[in-house]
């Protein structure tokens, strides 16, 4: 049973089956209310439909735009006490328009790396890519299951900047995994730590975290 209360597998076995597992725990928290649908949250109550509860934030924190949401990550993101703080690289950003990071990279040309007789090249794809994903004045919305992004104030000539010094620091794995073949490194710039991905020679991942 799934913790969204759907079944993992087929056949499926109908609510009056004595076979049938009954189970009203949801995220965090929640419990089901059988008859009405709803989630009870102790203060409210959640409509998994609309992905939002049916009353504000009780509280009256502002804590955002919206006080009928839900937390990204319900099991992660849990402050009882109001006094854990978001890092740069977790807070999510708004999406941005696409225009936006094709005016800035109008200029770009591209880096080629180069380690013994190998060649590692970032070209505008790969850093559009990186940006949307990644760079909160540019991000496109996307969202993956280990989503981080940079700080604010990382610019172009800083991203193409940190993937060379964290190539630096993987020089002896570059040149014996070569240009062939798709894997990642990691290293640390300025005190943060960094993946860069590659794809037969080209670098289209590059984000903070660790392997």
Same mark, same amino acid.
């Given at each position: ?9 087929? *056949?499926?076995?109908? /609510?009056? !089956? &004595?076979? %049938?597992?009954?189970?009203? =725990?949801?995220?965090? +928290? ?36 919206? *006080?009928?949401?839900? /937390?990204? !990550? &319900?099991? %992660?993101?849990?402050?009882? =006490?109001?006094?854990? +703080? ?54 496109? +919305? ?54 860069? +991905? ?14």
């Amino acid at each position: 049973m799934l913790t969204w209360g759907e079944p993992e597998c087929w *056949p499926v076995l109908t /609510v009056n !089956d &004595p076979r %049938n597992l009954t189970c009203h =725990l949801r995220f965090c +928290g929640q419990y089901e209310d059988e008859e009405s649908g709803l989630f009870y949250n102790r203060h409210r109550y959640y409509e998994s439909d609309t992905g939002q509860y049916l009353s504000p934030d009780p509280l009256n924190l502002s804590g955002g735009i919206n *006080p009928y949401g839900y /937390v990204h !990550d &319900p099991v %992660n993101w849990i402050d009882p =006490l109001g006094l854990t +703080g978001c890092s740069p690289s977790t807070v999510m950003p708004k999406k941005q328009l696409p225009h936006t990071v094709v005016n800035e990279l109008k200029t770009f040309r591209g880096k080629d790396y180069h380690f013994g007789n190998q060649t590692f090249k970032l070209d505008k794809a790969g850093m559009k890519h990186i940006l949307e994903r990644h760079h909160p004045d540019f991000w496109d +919305g996307s969202v993956k299951a280990k989503q981080s992004f940079f700080s604010r104030d990382m610019s172009v000539n800083n991203v193409t900047d940190a993937i060379g010094d964290i190539m630096k620091q993987n020089r002896d794995t570059l040149i014996s995994k070569g240009s062939i073949g798709k894997y990642q490194i990691s290293g640390q710039y300025k005190g943060q730590d960094y993946v860069v +991905g590659f794809k037969n020679g080209r670098i289209g991942q590059f984000y903070p975290g660790k392997l």
